[in-house]
């Protein structure tokens, strides 16, 4: 038993790590969006921020669009020339991705300020993409409401989890202190 913890050392160590860093920040979320129910943001202060800003992109794309509060869940609809396409959920606002992305660059950690800098410009570049996503969806809703099923469930998922998985590689690729022998 002890000739296989030492030979797996590595990897024991990597997925404690990463549970440990990812029940942690899913621990703190957690709290963040209990102390978030009843605040002027509705849902949450995250939740409201991706839906006003996915308004604003939608109007800077010339479309008349609207963003509101879900009057029976806690999310926000989306309006888009007067005809209600989608809702924002606490799920669409990438905190939970962020997390999964940041969990797993801390357990292969770098070099400090290279895993810090890598997670705050990794972290800002899915929330971008999380924004576009948002848009896009929904003007791909708008355009072409017979293929909704696909778009949300397969296309846009791909999108994010992709963005996400691509990172990861980059990251073990380039920065991480992972040696070729532990590979």
Partial sequence: MK????????VIKFILTFLLVYIFLSVIYK?????SE???????????LVSKQSESLLKSFGYHAQVLPHLGEP????VLEGKYLARVVEG??????????????????????????YI???????????LLRIVILTIALYHYPEHKE?????????????MMFLLWIFWVNRFS???KKDA
Avoid: Q
């Fill in 3 to 10: 000739t296989l913890f030492i030979k797996y050392r590595s």
């Fill in 31 to 35: 709290l963040y969006l209990d102390v």
């Fill in 38 to 48: 009843g605040s002027k943001y509705y849902p949450d202060y995250m939740t409201h």
């Fill in 75 to 78: 999310s926000m609809i989306v």
């Fill in 92 to 117: 669409c606002n990438s905190i939970s991705v962020i997390i999964l992305f940041v969990s797993f660059i801390i357990a292969f950690s770098g070099k400090l300020k290279t895993t810090f800098f």
């Fill in 120 to 130: 705050l410009s990794g972290s800002v570049l899915i929330y971008t993409v999380n």
């Fill in 150 to 162: 696909i778009l949300h469930t397969v296309v846009f998922p791909a999108i994010i989890y992709g």
């Fill in 177 to 179: 202190k992972l040696k």
